[in-house]
């Protein structure tokens, strides 16, 4: 049972064009939502998370819109530069757990200069 | 500033033999630890995690095993490898309370399974 779901699997955008990637989830005791930002042969690094008590989170050209409603979250990069050419992975923590992560299956983003 | 290595960052081994990976944390004590493994091109699955020096919780049975033999580092082991081992593991740490919420992953060691 995949717990957060990713989409699209992968995507292409043009250098400068807004990058959209989509995120939901199932279990309602999620309660943290980092984003992480993964190289080839690297591990993953955070990119930026938000809490489920906000419903936007900014951190330069990377904006998280959160829904707790519809158990839906997106990451959008605005300006797209060919070294955001990465996978990304959304993840979920649940309350008072072991810190915990539940991973979704990624999101491959390659940006064309 | 806190630092994490993690050995080897390859191996190539061959099903039935025994492995050991390791993962060292540098600057902080005490912190939580994680082993994940990583399908090539495939979403990250938490292992084994440690709160503490001897004490470690399985996640998911892999036929691996995990252990915490000093404050700062983890170990992952099997004494037997299957084919479905092969992959990328990862060790993270993190912080425990209120709002520590983040994981700092490794380099990562990739692993080949023939």
């Known amino acids: 049972q995949q717990q957060v779901r990713q989409s699209p699997q992968s995507l292409t955008v043009w250098e400068g064009e807004t990058a959209i990637l989509n995120c939901s989830y199932e279990n309602s005791a999620f309660d943290y939502f980092p984003w992480y930002q993964q190289f080839p042969g690297e591990g993953p690094a955070l990119l930026i998370s938000i809490l489920s008590v906000s419903n936007k989170k900014e951190d330069g050209r990377f904006t998280i819109f959160f829904n707790k409603r519809e158990k839906k979250l997106s990451l959008h990069i605005a300006d797209s530069q060919p070294g955001d050419s990465a996978t990304y992975f959304c993840a979920a923590r649940e309350t008072g757990g072991n810190n915990k992560l539940t991973f979704g299956q990624g999101t491959v983003l390659s940006v064309i200069p | 500033a806190q630092t994490i290595h993690q050995w080897p960052v390859a191996e190539i081994k061959a099903v039935g033999s025994p492995l050991s990976l390791g993962c060292t944390i540098k600057?902080?004590?005490?912190?939580?630890l994680y082993w994940y493994w990583q399908a090539t091109g495939g979403t990250l699955q938490q292992l084994f995690y440690?709160?503490?020096?001897g004490q470690v919780e399985s996640v998911v049975q892999l036929n691996l095993s995990a252990s915490r033999p000093k404050d700062d580092q983890f170990i992952l082991s099997t004494e037997k490898l299957l084919l479905s081992h092969s992959g990328f593991y990862l060790c993270?740490?993190?912080?425990w309370g209120a709002g520590q919420n983040t994981l700092y992953f490794g380099a990562g060691t990739r692993l080949s399974v023939l």
């Open positions: 600057g902080k004590s005490s912190p939580n």
């Open positions: 440690s709160i503490t020096v």
């Open positions: 993270a740490w993190s912080l």
